[in-house]
């Protein structure tokens, strides 16, 4: 008996951190230059189309458009990375 209830308290206590680390799902997992626009998408839609042709297809029969990302087209580009250096120590003749 005092096993099963220990247990439980660790299968219960194992539950508890595991819901604690849920965060939740971002609304727009994408950021693509194109979005399928229309009334049931909101602004500036689903914005989940690397290319216009994707978007079309997606868009096809369903009373949906296509438009470019706002959020793509205003943001400021990223950094360029930066090459790492490598500083060469002095070679002296012996």
Do not use: K
Not at 3 to 30: E, F, H, K, N, R
Not at 31 to 37: E, N, V
């Amino acid at each position: 008996m005092r096993t099963s209830q220990i247990t439980m308290l660790v299968l219960g206590a194992m539950t508890l951190v595991g819901a604690a680390s849920i965060t939740p799902a971002s609304a727009d997992p994408y950021d693509y230059p194109w979005c399928a626009q229309g009334p049931s998408l909101g602004y500036p839609g689903e914005c989940a189309y690397r290319t216009y042709e994707q978007c079309l297809a997606s868009v096809s029969g369903r009373f949906l458009a296509c438009g470019e990302n706002p959020r793509f087209l205003f943001s400021e580009p990223s950094p360029p990375p930066r090459r790492h250096q490598r500083r060469h120590r002095p070679v002296y003749p012996d």
